[in-house]
Every structure is written in C-alpha cells, then in structure tokens.
C-alpha cells in the first residue's frame, strides 16, 4: 500500500466510521483501529465481504480493530 493509498482509505474509513481510525497494512491485510462502535460501522459496511471482513477486541492492543483482508499481500510474498 503507498502513502496516497493509504491517506486514502483512511480519509474513506474514518468518513464511513465516522471518527478518526488509525489504518495501516500488515502482509496484505488493512487494519484500522479505533472505538467498537467505528470498527462495526466498518464491518457493516464490508458485510458481504465474507470471512475477509472482521471486527474484534485486540487482547494485545487493548483496542477494537477492523481487518480487511486483500489480494495483494499474495503477491508481493
């Protein structure tokens, strides 16, 4: 993911969250993290996206996340 790319999706996520999400890409995956209420916005707006698509509580971050997971982390392994 570029710099443009990802000034991008994190503008659009935060817009459809409706408040400001910290995006970053990890192997091909797009995380966004920020309040529970955000991250369900965002899983409902990918609903049909299918297992691609997920919403939970990070024991680790102590934080709610959303993951979005792409084709591209494929192929740049």
């Given at each position: 993911?570029?710099?443009?790319?990802?000034?991008?999706?994190?503008?659009?996520?935060?817009?459809?969250?409706?408040?400001?999400?910290?995006?970053?890409?990890?192997?091909?995956?797009?995380?966004?993290y920020?309040?529970?209420?955000?991250?369900?916005?965002?899983?409902y707006?990918?609903?049909?996206?299918?297992?691609?698509?997920?919403?939970?509580?990070?024991?680790?971050?102590?934080?709610?996340?959303?993951?979005?997971?792409?084709?591209?982390?494929?192929?740049?392994?």
């Open positions: 993911m570029t710099i443009n790319q990802q000034a991008r999706t994190t503008a659009e996520w935060s817009e459809i969250a409706k408040e400001s999400m910290a995006v970053e890409e990890i192997g091909g995956t797009i995380y966004a920020g309040s529970e209420l955000a991250c369900l916005r965002l899983a707006k990918f609903r049909y996206s299918g297992d691609k698509a997920k919403s939970a509580f990070s024991d680790n971050l102590q934080t709610w996340f959303f993951r979005l997971e792409t084709n591209v982390g494929a192929a740049n392994v």
